[in-house]
């Protein structure tokens, strides 16, 4: 795991946090400003904490937060914006830090763009947690795909991965995709299963425990019900 | 007309930001971003399911209730739900008629090739029915009851072997008992042209008396699926990973054979074994647990991912482990056939690694003593320089073999252990016997070689000329030890060679070694006042500090002592004569004798004499003065505390009073030092 990897560092362990926080930077974001702040305030917050975040190695402290990068990064935000900010103020910016390309003005306009939600910025956290898992997931099974030569069949069935079984209209989409409906079904099938399994690679990766999957799973389904 | 509509909605959106849609599904609104036109809580509660999603989906079974069996069979006694699963449920029953316990499963049936099933089931099942082993759940009777297919079958007053792994660590001999069995219910199946096909620890019941019996048998095949999506099914949990399954189950549902009952059955061993399923790379079970090295082959063989490279038949695995049970370890010249059945890893070589040692001291003790010129020189060369040197030198000996041999150990160890699983260690041939010896040899000359150069790199210079050589050249210096001591020890050794042990001669050399080395002991007498008076100055320099009077009188006494022991001669040579004389007179008169009486007394005084001498040349005006002033600076330190302590004293009375025992011992404290300072 991606986890126990970052425990010593190496050059790919430190690339693998780096890819895990560019997934999941957003909910942070989304925390920040669920937390009053501005638009800029919580650009340079995200940003110097990423910084300090991948520059010291906070993973040692994992353990602590029951082996969840989630709440563990949250943990750790907390803890940042409560000693570092008051501080360090916006001298930060730029001090010589290298910048993750984080794209700030999608951002904003996703953030205006969700549905106003009054509930607490802990839980727009694990919501915006949980949308940004799937997006990664739903974005592997999208490149795999594509390199199965499968684009079309993934565009076409992607809305499958959502409903039950049982209301897949096989038939309209073979007729679509001009395949046979047994195909299609196999490939439905397939898919579907290659998405679960994404999804559960892709929270083990968060885990220090990939057995946590199940609980995390629920966790997250939690948040987004809410 | 669902369905359309949520096809409909599911293509791909080309403008989602704009207005967010509901989700079809749950009514929420869609979400904007990378996710367009999914519903997260939908796309992650349809992530979380484990539905089995197979084309050939059937709704999840729910077990019949007892009334509803009771109802349709009207010729049992239904007791009640054993069990019910993916696979169907399992109800306890009475025939009244035969009076016997039956089992009765019911099948999950229907689903979309519902059609297929009921021929399919009654092909099978008759396949089943034949089945008589008693290894193997017998199935009495099958059919179909109002849409329900069903199987009567044997009742097994038992648990199975899941329940069996849950409840305790089964230990290897238990599996290796059960195997066997599960083995012999296999052959037979295939022999019958049955393949179970979903071989795991639910399906082998094992009875009261430990009988195995399998259960189950082709239902897979009759239900038409995949064992994995059933287990993902189980109560909507997830189950696990279909570990049992052979991977061309998974690859090619369709060319699936009787070889891959022998994987599973490899993985039921593996996990029977040591607890843990063989998922990735794992370690074979002899490294886990204590059990022979050699099932490790039979299991790892069973786990070939290639259905060729497998067993070929279950009997085989059968036979194998009989073979293995049946010869000790030890006997069997495999290379990975180490003899430790019963050894754990960690202690293996040492025994055998503590018995090379003593064999070999005890070898060379007798060879030593078998040959006599060999023998004088190893226990002089032991023996020349006083005992804990000789043990010094046998314990570098030891541990330069016991490494030499742990390291040849080690090696043949790790060699296993760092081959990937399956894969076989390739050990040199075992080389002659003479190869053996000459190498034995040859390391044990370099072994002496370097002992002896060890302490004393001229030794090999005079080890050409063998016994009738002189010993006392081959004895290293020891730079403690005074000349006339190490000349009496190359004399005792001389002796010991031309004469033997027991001659007076030598006997009369060892008193005066031993007298000798008494005298040595006894010496540094000014060495230890010498010690003494340093630890006092420590103690002096805390208390009082650096410039305190009664500090520079120590360190006073310290150079006066450091230039004595200095000083101190050498035993001169009327005494090393009284010394010698005494021992022999010992040997040849005995301890009581006047004589040895008188020469003790002799010795004594030269003693007493040598020691005090220096004391007593200290007669030059410099030394004299030098004594002066030291005896000077105590006096005044003495009365510079004496002064403190009185007026310590005046407080101590008036704030106390005179019966104070703080008082007491202040008085006490002063007339101490008030004597001191008189002696001085």
Redesign the interface.
């Known amino acids: 795991m991606v986890l126990q990897a970052g425990r010593q560092s190496s050059p790919h362990s430190d690339q693998a946090l780096a890819e895990l926080c560019q997934t999941y930077w957003y909910p942070l974001y989304a925390y920040v400003r669920r937390q009053g702040k501005t638009k800029e305030d919580a650009e340079d917050l995200v940003q110097s904490f990423f910084a300090r975040f991948l520059e010291r190695n906070y993973l040692e402290g994992l353990a602590a937060e029951r082996g969840k990068f989630r709440a563990f990064l949250l943990a750790s935000l907390k803890n940042f914006l409560a000693n570092e900010w008051d501080r360090s103020q916006r001298q930060k910016r730029g001090g010589g830090v290298e910048h993750l390309s984080l794209n700030w003005q999608d951002a904003d ?2 953030f205006h ?3 106003p939600d009054p509930a607490s910025p802990d839980r727009t956290f694990d919501r915006e947690w ?2 940004a898992l ?2 990664r ?3 592997r099974l999208r490149t795999e795909c594509v390199a199965d030569g499968k684009g079309r069949l993934f ?2 069935a ?12 096989y038939a ?2 073979a007729a679509e995709l001009g395949l046979d409906e ?1 195909t299609v ?2 490939a439905v ?1 397939r898919l ?2 290659r ?2 399994e994404l ?2 690679d892709e929270i083990a990766q968060t885990l220090d425990d990939p057995a946590q999957v ?1 609980e995390e ?2 966790s ?2 939690a948040a ?2 809410g | 007309m669902l369905l359309g509509l949520v096809v409909n909605d599911y293509k791909p959106m080309s403008t989602p930001l704009n207005e967010p849609k509901p989700c079809p599904s749950c009514g929420r609104a869609l979400p904007a971003g990378a996710l367009a036109g999914l519903c997260p809580a939908c796309l992650l509660a349809q992530g979380a399911q484990t539905d089995p999603g197979g084309p050939a989906d059937a709704p999840r079974f729910v077990p019949p209730p007892v009334e509803t069996i009771a109802r349709l069979f009207p010729q049992l006694e239904i007791l009640g739900l054993l069990g019910a699963g993916g696979m169907g449920a399992v109800y306890k029953a009475r025939q009244p008629v035969l009076d016997r316990w039956v089992a009765l499963k019911v099948l999950p049936a229907g689903g979309p090739n519902a059609a297929n099933f009921a021929e399919r089931f009654n092909r099978e099942a008759r396949a089943l029915a034949r089945l008589s082993h008693p290894n193997i759940v017998a199935v009495h009777e099958f059919g179909q009851v109002e849409g329900l297919h069903f199987f009567l079958m044997e009742f097994v007053d038992g648990t199975n072997l899941r329940q069996l792994e849950q409840a305790e660590r089964l230990s290897p001999r238990v599996a290796l008992q059960l195997i066997p069995q599960i083995c012999d219910a296999l052959q037979y199946a295939h022999d019958e042209g049955v393949v179970h096909r979903d071989i795991k620890p639910e399906n082998v019941l094992v009875d009261r008396k430990s009988r195995v019996k399998i259960a189950d048998f082709g239902l897979a095949k009759i239900l038409g699926r995949d064992p994995e999506e059933q287990r993902l099914t189980l109560d909507g949990q997830v189950m696990g990973t279909p570990h049992y399954m052979a991977p061309e189950q998974v690859e090619h549902p369709l060319s699936v054979d009787h070889r891959a009952d022998i994987y599973s059955l490899g993985v039921v061993f593996y996990e029977m074994l040591t607890g843990d399923l063989p998922i990735g790379k794992f370690s074979p079970p002899s490294r886990k647990v204590q059990v022979d090295v050699r099932f490790d082959e039979i299991v790892l063989r069973a786990l070939e991912n290639d259905p060729a490279r497998r067993y070929q038949h279950a009997s085989e695995v059968k036979s194998q482990m009989a073979t293995v049970t049946g010869t000790p370890a030890s006997e069997t010249p495999r290379p990975a056939a180490q003899p430790e059945s019963e050894v754990s890893r960690g202690t293996g070589w040492k025994p055998k690694v503590l018995g090379l040692a003593v064999a070999f001291c005890l070898f060379t003790l007798a060879f030593s003593f078998l040959s006599k010129g060999t023998g004088g020189l190893f226990m002089g060369w032991l023996g020349v320089a006083g005992w804990q040197s000789g043990v010094a030198r046998m314990v570098i000996f030891g541990l330069l073999l016991t490494a030499g041999i742990r390291h040849t150990l080690k090696q043949l160890w790790r060699t296993p252990q760092s081959l990937a699983p399956g894969g076989t260690a390739v050990l040199p041939p075992r080389a002659p016997w003479w190869r053996a010896c000459a190498v034995v040899l040859t390391g044990l000359i370099l072994l002496a070689a370097f002992c002896s150069i060890f302490p004393n790199r001229w030794v090999l210079q005079h080890v050409g000329g063998m016994p009738d050589r002189p010993l006392p050249t081959f004895m290293p210096p020891v730079v403690d030890e005074p000349a006339d001591l190490r000349a009496a020890k190359a004399h005792l050794a001389e002796l010991r060679v031309n004469f033997g042990e027991e001659h007076p001669s030598v006997q009369q050399a060892l008193a005066r070694i031993t007298e000798l080395e008494r005298l040595t002991r006894e010496q540094p007498q000014t060495r230890a006042d010498l010690r003494e008076a340093k630890a006092r100055l420590a103690e002096l320099r805390v208390t009082f500090g650096e410039g305190h009077p009664s500090v520079q009188a120590v360190q006073a006494r310290i150079t006066e002592l450091e230039r004595l022991s200095r000083e101190e001669p050498k035993a001169p040579a009327d005494l090393r004569e009284a010394a010698a004389h005494l021992a022999e007179l010992r040997v040849n008169f005995g301890e009581e004798h006047p004589s040895v009486q008188q020469a003790q007394a002799r010795l004594t005084a030269l003693l007493q004499m040598i020691r005090r001498e220096p004391m007593e040349s200290e007669d030059s005006p410099e030394a004299l003065a030098r004594r002066a002033r030291l005896v000077e600076q105590q006096r005044l330190a003495l009365s510079a505390q004496l002064r403190v302590e009185k007026t310590h004293l005046a407080e101590l009375r008036v704030t106390h009073g005179e019966q104070d025992p703080e008082v007491q011992r202040q008085l006490v404290l002063i007339k101490t030092l008030e004597d001191k300072l008189l002696e001085l």
């Open positions: 306009d996703r763009l969700d549905p949980a949308m799937l997006e997931v739903v974005g565009e076409q992607r809305g499958f991965l959502m409903v039950g079984q049982e209301v897949i209209p309209q989409a047994g079904r196999v099938h579907r299963k998405y679960r999804l559960r199940a799973l629920r997250l389904q987004l019900a």
